[in-house]
Nanobody, 128 residues
Framework: QLQLVESGGGLVQPGGSLRLSCAAS????????VGWFRQAPGKEREGVACIIYSPGRTNYDDSLKGRFTISRDNTKNTVYLQMSGLKPEDTAVYYCAAYWDPLTISCPVRDEGRYDYRGQGTQVTVSS
């Protein structure tokens, strides 16, 4: 069974940092494009960042660039989202998603319809 599992969410104070993990089971992430999305209460889901297989080229929502960093460790079959300088408006459920494409040179940070597999999400709450 192909599955993505997010972890690393929690409660953090404004200005703090968190690292989210997206681990795949049942398949290798190494040839997949992986993206992170988030959905805040009462808002639509939005793209955060994505990363291609090789050479690990990334793409970000412009408003988050500089605070969020996506990376991957193919040996651990895991993609990470390092978040720093967190703000209350970053509070949301964060999801990872993936689709197979080992040859692409770019990834769609906003087009969630391109992604075939999705995790259940991890809650991130930024509050003092």
């Amino acid at each position: 069974q192909l599955q993505l599992v997010e972890s690393g969410g929690g409660l953090v104070q404004p200005g703090g940092s968190l690292r989210l993990s997206c681990a795949a089971s049942g398949f290798s992430l190494s040839s997949y494009v992986v993206g992170w999305f988030r959905q805040a209460p009462g808002k639509e889901r939005e793209g955060v960042a994505c990363i291609i297989y090789s050479p690990g080229r990334t793409n970000y929502d412009d408003s988050l660039k500089g605070r969020f960093t996506i990376s991957r460790d193919n040996t651990k079959n895991t993609v990470y989202l390092q978040m720093s300088g967190l703000k209350p408006e970053d509070t949301a459920v964060y999801y990872c998603a993936a689709y197979w494409d080992p040859l692409t040179i770019s990834c769609p940070v906003r087009d969630e319809g391109r992604y075939d597999y999705r995790g259940q999400g991890t809650q991130v709450t930024v509050s003092s």
